[in-house]
């Protein structure tokens, strides 16, 4: 009786361990992993994981060779979230930052360049388990993101009597609003 004991506690135990580590396994899937699954065709160009919304839970952006701007949810959902990200030849590539606008919230940037010098920019916030569009903007000269979470676009504005002066918007996020901010010289174009 001591053995028939003995050896279904072992097997108890195995199969308690066994169904416990497939799920650790699972749990950490890493992100190209989870993309794979779904869009097999698909050429991963960019990765960035981080938790933007402060609940101590990463999500995942995934940029793809054909352009296409991926996220990848904390219950391993992959969402399409943008299309058409792709910069010309002889610009730099295009970018996905994360930044701090809040001390419980971050957002996502992604950037690409065209032709003759332009920077698209598309700023994305978490809500409801996907990201929303908050600002897209474009800057002729560039467009960057400072350390406190500020977005500079910089642009050609054009005199009458020919040439043209650097001008700068800055937009800053508000908490209250739940929206961008634009101050100095700025241009908005889409939807934002």
Known sequence: MKGKFSTMALLLS??????FTGDVSA??????????EKYPNEVVKIVKTDDINNDKKKESFILTESGNFYLINVKGHVVLINTGIVSDEDFEPPTIQVFTVSKNEKH?????????????????????????KVLQLLGDQEVMIDSKGKVHQYWKNFRDEGGWDLAEGIFTWSTKTNKYNGSGKYVQRGNS
């Open 14 to 19: 195995l199969a308690v361990f066994f169904s």
């Open 27 to 36: 749990a950490v899937k890493k992100p190209k992993d989870i993309f794979a």
């Open 108 to 132: 996502v940037a992604v950037t690409f360049s065209y032709v003759p010098s332009n920077t698209q920019l598309y700023v994305y916030r978490l809500q409801y388990g996907t990201l929303s």
